[in-house]
Protein backbone atom coordinates (compact mmCIF):
# COMPACT_ATOMS: atom_id res chain seq x y z
CA UNK A 1 0.00 0.00 0.00
CA UNK A 2 1.37 3.06 -1.15
CA UNK A 3 0.39 7.03 -0.45
CA UNK A 4 1.10 10.14 -2.67
CA UNK A 5 0.96 9.73 -6.50
CA UNK A 6 4.13 11.72 -7.18
CA UNK A 7 7.81 10.59 -8.07
CA UNK A 8 8.60 8.71 -4.96
CA UNK A 9 5.31 6.86 -5.12
CA UNK A 10 5.34 6.29 -8.39
CA UNK A 11 8.83 4.79 -8.57
CA UNK A 12 7.86 2.53 -4.93
CA UNK A 13 5.17 1.16 -6.83
CA UNK A 14 7.55 0.38 -10.15
CA UNK A 15 10.17 -1.45 -7.66
CA UNK A 16 7.30 -3.53 -5.76
CA UNK A 17 6.19 -4.16 -9.18
CA UNK A 18 9.55 -5.75 -10.35
CA UNK A 19 10.09 -7.32 -6.62
CA UNK A 20 7.06 -9.37 -7.26
CA UNK A 21 4.71 -7.47 -5.19
CA UNK A 22 1.04 -6.37 -5.22
CA UNK A 23 0.44 -2.27 -5.43
CA UNK A 24 -2.99 -1.64 -4.56
CA UNK A 25 -3.26 2.72 -3.80
CA UNK A 26 -2.36 5.91 -4.59
CA UNK A 27 -3.09 9.22 -2.92
CA UNK A 28 -3.34 12.98 -2.87
CA UNK A 29 -4.59 15.57 -1.62
CA UNK A 30 -7.91 15.22 -2.33
CA UNK A 31 -8.53 10.98 -1.28
CA UNK A 32 -7.01 7.71 -2.54
CA UNK A 33 -7.96 5.15 -4.84
CA UNK A 34 -7.84 1.38 -3.95
CA UNK A 35 -7.25 -1.33 -6.86
CA UNK A 36 -7.99 -4.84 -5.32
CA UNK A 37 -6.89 -6.09 -8.88
CA UNK A 38 -3.19 -4.66 -8.49
CA UNK A 39 -2.19 -1.69 -10.36
CA UNK A 40 0.30 -3.54 -13.12
CA UNK A 41 2.67 -1.75 -15.23
CA UNK A 42 0.40 -0.76 -17.30
CA UNK A 43 -1.91 1.05 -14.91
CA UNK A 44 1.12 2.61 -12.87
CA UNK A 45 2.02 4.33 -16.36
CA UNK A 46 -1.44 5.66 -16.97
CA UNK A 47 -0.60 6.77 -13.15
CA UNK A 48 2.20 8.20 -14.45
CA UNK A 49 1.59 9.93 -17.35
CA UNK A 50 -1.70 11.34 -15.31
CA UNK A 51 0.50 13.03 -12.29
CA UNK A 52 3.87 14.41 -14.50
CA UNK A 53 2.16 15.45 -17.97
CA UNK A 54 -1.95 16.26 -17.33
CA UNK A 55 -1.50 17.41 -13.72
CA UNK A 56 -4.63 15.53 -13.31
CA UNK A 57 -6.12 14.40 -9.79
CA UNK A 58 -5.72 10.52 -8.60
CA UNK A 59 -9.96 9.97 -8.46
CA UNK A 60 -9.30 10.25 -12.55
CA UNK A 61 -7.35 6.37 -11.93
CA UNK A 62 -11.14 4.83 -10.84
CA UNK A 63 -12.69 7.06 -13.66
CA UNK A 64 -10.39 5.19 -16.21
CA UNK A 65 -10.59 1.69 -14.62
CA UNK A 66 -14.10 0.97 -12.80
CA UNK A 67 -13.17 -1.73 -10.73
CA UNK A 68 -11.50 0.58 -8.81
CA UNK A 69 -12.87 2.72 -6.11
CA UNK A 70 -11.94 6.03 -5.44
CA UNK A 71 -12.43 7.68 -1.47
CA UNK A 72 -12.10 11.19 -0.05
CA UNK A 73 -10.15 11.92 2.69
CA UNK A 74 -12.21 14.30 4.66
CA UNK A 75 -9.66 17.66 5.56
CA UNK A 76 -9.21 17.33 9.41
CA UNK A 77 -10.05 13.94 9.90
CA UNK A 78 -8.55 12.14 12.77
CA UNK A 79 -7.84 8.59 10.78
CA UNK A 80 -6.99 8.67 7.07
CA UNK A 81 -9.26 5.76 5.85
CA UNK A 82 -6.26 4.94 3.34
CA UNK A 83 -4.51 3.50 6.78
CA UNK A 84 -7.72 0.95 7.29
CA UNK A 85 -7.26 -0.63 4.50
CA UNK A 86 -5.60 -4.42 5.08
CA UNK A 87 -1.84 -5.02 3.42
CA UNK A 88 1.23 -6.83 4.29
CA UNK A 89 3.30 -3.60 3.47
CA UNK A 90 3.12 0.27 4.16
CA UNK A 91 4.76 2.67 2.24
CA UNK A 92 3.80 6.39 3.27
CA UNK A 93 5.34 8.56 0.50
CA UNK A 94 3.04 11.37 0.64
CA UNK A 95 3.58 13.97 3.19
CA UNK A 96 4.74 14.70 6.85
CA UNK A 97 2.83 13.47 9.44
CA UNK A 98 0.43 11.65 7.53
CA UNK A 99 0.65 8.74 9.68
CA UNK A 100 -0.89 9.69 13.55
CA UNK A 101 -0.94 7.01 16.26
CA UNK A 102 -4.34 6.09 15.28
CA UNK A 103 -3.45 5.48 11.99
CA UNK A 104 -0.19 3.00 13.09
CA UNK A 105 -2.60 1.17 15.01
CA UNK A 106 -5.00 0.66 12.77
CA UNK A 107 -1.95 -0.71 10.31
CA UNK A 108 -0.70 -2.93 12.78
CA UNK A 109 -5.11 -3.82 13.77
CA UNK A 110 -5.07 -4.60 9.88
CA UNK A 111 -1.97 -7.43 9.49
CA UNK A 112 0.84 -4.53 8.41
CA UNK A 113 4.21 -6.43 9.14
CA UNK A 114 6.39 -3.47 7.61
CA UNK A 115 6.18 0.19 7.13
CA UNK A 116 9.32 2.12 5.05
CA UNK A 117 8.93 5.64 4.82
CA UNK A 118 9.21 7.50 1.40
CA UNK A 119 8.46 11.11 2.78
CA UNK A 120 10.43 13.28 5.13
CA UNK A 121 8.59 12.34 9.04
CA UNK A 122 4.99 11.00 7.35
CA UNK A 123 4.76 9.01 10.55
CA UNK A 124 4.18 11.41 14.04
CA UNK A 125 6.10 10.51 17.41
CA UNK A 126 3.32 8.63 18.37
CA UNK A 127 3.31 6.49 15.44
CA UNK A 128 6.62 6.57 15.41
CA UNK A 129 6.65 4.61 19.17
CA UNK A 130 3.79 2.10 18.34
CA UNK A 131 5.45 0.44 15.16
CA UNK A 132 8.77 0.47 17.25
CA UNK A 133 7.31 -1.31 20.72
CA UNK A 134 5.28 -3.78 18.19
CA UNK A 135 8.99 -4.49 16.67
CA UNK A 136 7.22 -4.72 12.98
CA UNK A 137 9.64 -4.14 10.12
CA UNK A 138 10.20 -0.04 10.35
CA UNK A 139 12.49 1.83 8.19
CA UNK A 140 12.58 5.43 9.31
CA UNK A 141 12.46 8.21 6.37
CA UNK A 142 16.26 9.66 7.96
CA UNK A 143 17.19 5.73 6.53
CA UNK A 144 14.29 4.62 4.62
CA UNK A 145 14.09 7.78 2.44
CA UNK A 146 17.73 8.71 1.61
CA UNK A 147 17.67 7.22 -1.94
CA UNK A 148 16.89 10.39 -3.06
CA UNK A 149 19.77 12.62 -1.95
CA UNK A 150 22.16 9.29 -3.01
CA UNK A 151 20.69 9.88 -6.36
CA UNK A 152 21.61 13.64 -6.57
CA UNK A 153 25.06 12.37 -5.30
CA UNK A 154 25.46 10.07 -7.85
CA UNK A 155 23.98 12.31 -10.41
CA UNK A 156 27.00 15.32 -8.67
CA UNK A 157 29.76 12.15 -9.37
CA UNK A 158 28.87 12.00 -13.15
CA UNK A 159 28.60 15.73 -13.67
CA UNK A 160 32.25 16.34 -11.83
CA UNK A 161 33.80 13.34 -13.83
CA UNK A 162 31.95 13.81 -17.39
CA UNK A 163 30.54 10.43 -17.19
CA UNK A 164 26.65 9.15 -18.38
CA UNK A 165 25.84 6.01 -16.30
CA UNK A 166 22.57 4.24 -17.47
CA UNK A 167 19.67 3.67 -15.64
CA UNK A 168 20.67 0.60 -14.32
CA UNK A 169 24.34 1.31 -13.45
CA UNK A 170 22.45 3.93 -11.21
CA UNK A 171 20.16 1.33 -9.42
CA UNK A 172 23.09 -0.63 -8.75
CA UNK A 173 24.66 1.97 -7.25
CA UNK A 174 21.91 3.10 -5.39
CA UNK A 175 20.94 -0.19 -4.61
CA UNK A 176 24.53 -0.78 -3.03
CA UNK A 177 24.28 2.17 -0.93
CA UNK A 178 20.93 1.44 0.30
CA UNK A 179 22.34 -1.69 1.58
CA UNK A 180 25.04 0.01 3.68
CA UNK A 181 22.81 2.91 4.84
CA UNK A 182 20.79 -0.84 6.32
CA UNK A 183 24.28 -2.32 7.76
CA UNK A 184 24.74 1.18 9.25
CA UNK A 185 21.25 1.03 10.87
CA UNK A 186 21.54 -2.36 12.08
CA UNK A 187 25.25 -2.21 13.91
CA UNK A 188 25.10 1.15 15.48
CA UNK A 189 21.62 0.30 16.76
CA UNK A 190 23.34 -3.04 18.66
CA UNK A 191 26.14 -0.86 19.43
CA UNK A 192 24.45 1.85 21.64
CA UNK A 193 22.60 -0.99 23.48
CA UNK A 194 19.17 -0.78 21.44
CA UNK A 195 19.33 -4.06 18.86
CA UNK A 196 16.66 -3.88 16.27
CA UNK A 197 15.93 -0.45 16.53
CA UNK A 198 16.46 1.46 13.14
CA UNK A 199 15.29 4.54 14.55
CA UNK A 200 17.91 4.36 17.02
CA UNK A 201 20.53 3.12 14.57
CA UNK A 202 19.55 5.97 11.45
CA UNK A 203 19.39 8.47 14.24
CA UNK A 204 22.88 7.78 15.75
CA UNK A 205 24.56 6.83 12.61
CA UNK A 206 23.86 9.81 11.22
CA UNK A 207 25.23 12.05 13.99
CA UNK A 208 28.18 10.36 14.25
CA UNK A 209 28.74 11.00 10.21
CA UNK A 210 28.24 14.34 10.74
CA UNK A 211 30.37 14.83 13.66
CA UNK A 212 33.13 12.55 12.20
CA UNK A 213 32.93 15.12 9.08
CA UNK A 214 33.55 18.12 11.20
CA UNK A 215 36.46 17.00 13.20
CA UNK A 216 37.84 16.30 9.80
CA UNK A 217 37.83 19.28 8.69
CA UNK A 218 38.32 21.16 12.04
CA UNK A 219 35.37 22.93 12.70
CA UNK A 220 35.67 21.16 16.09
Not at 22 to 43: A, L, P, R
Not at 48 to 55: A, S, T
Not at 171 to 199: S, W
Amino acid sequence: MISGSGNVAQYAAEKVLQLGGKVMTFSDSNGFIIDEEGIDEKKLAFVKDLKNVRRGRIKEYADKYPKAAYKAIEAGARCNPLWQIKCDVALPSATQNEVNGDDAANLLKNGCVCVSEGANMPSTPEAIKIFVESKILYGPAKAANAGGVATSGLEMSQNSMRLSWSREEVDRRLHDIMINIHRNCVETAAKYGTPGNYVNGANIAGFIKVADAMMDQGIV
